[in-house]
């Protein structure tokens, strides 16, 4: 699980398809349920070699969007990836999840759910495979608040 991503989100309901969502994922604050697990995401690699995931100072990903279709409450976002240093298109299928104020800070926010399958040798990281599942599918929650 990657917390704490930051970015923007453009949006005007008239014209959704104008939308631009721009995101930065800290990737070194990765969590999972295995204190092992995590720590072999972070290692460094042997002997002065390659990680076999991530690293132990991994770059942040970033998604940027270069084109949004929107239907009705769905839309395809399409954009460019960069993760481990390495940037691939990559296209979200994104549900409208709902729009309101925050309860706690009052601010309106609008928050969505999106899913994607990317190949992780894509993006250099190809350790165990075919042992381990070369596809990793992204299940990605978001809420934005609206900017003072």
């Not at 005007?12 to 104008?18: E, F, H, V």
């Not at 990559?90 to 549900?95: E, I, N, Q």
């Not at 990605?140 to 608040?145: D, L, N, Q």
Request: hydrophobic content about 40%.
């Amino acid at each position: 699980m990657f917390g704490d991503a930051t970015g923007t989100l453009v949006l005007d309901p008239a014209k959704p398809n104008a939308s631009t969502v721009d995101i930065t994922i800290p990737i070194g604050k990765v969590t999972t349920a295995s204190a092992g697990l995590t720590g072999h995401l972070l290692r460094a690699g042997k002997d002065g070699g390659k990680a076999d995931f991530f690293g132990p100072a991994p770059a942040d990903a970033k998604f940027v969007s270069t084109s949004v279709v929107a239907k009705g409450t769905t839309a395809k976002i399409t954009g460019n990836l960069t993760l481990n240093g390495i940037t691939k298109p990559v296209v979200l299928d994104t549900t409208f999840s709902g729009a309101g104020n925050n309860p706690f800070n009052k601010k309106p926010t609008v928050g969505f759910h999106a899913t994607s399958v990317i190949k992780r040798s894509e993006f250099g990281i190809s350790y165990a495979v075919p042992m381990i599942s070369d596809d990793v599918t992204l299940d990605i929650s978001v809420a934005f608040e609206k900017a003072s």
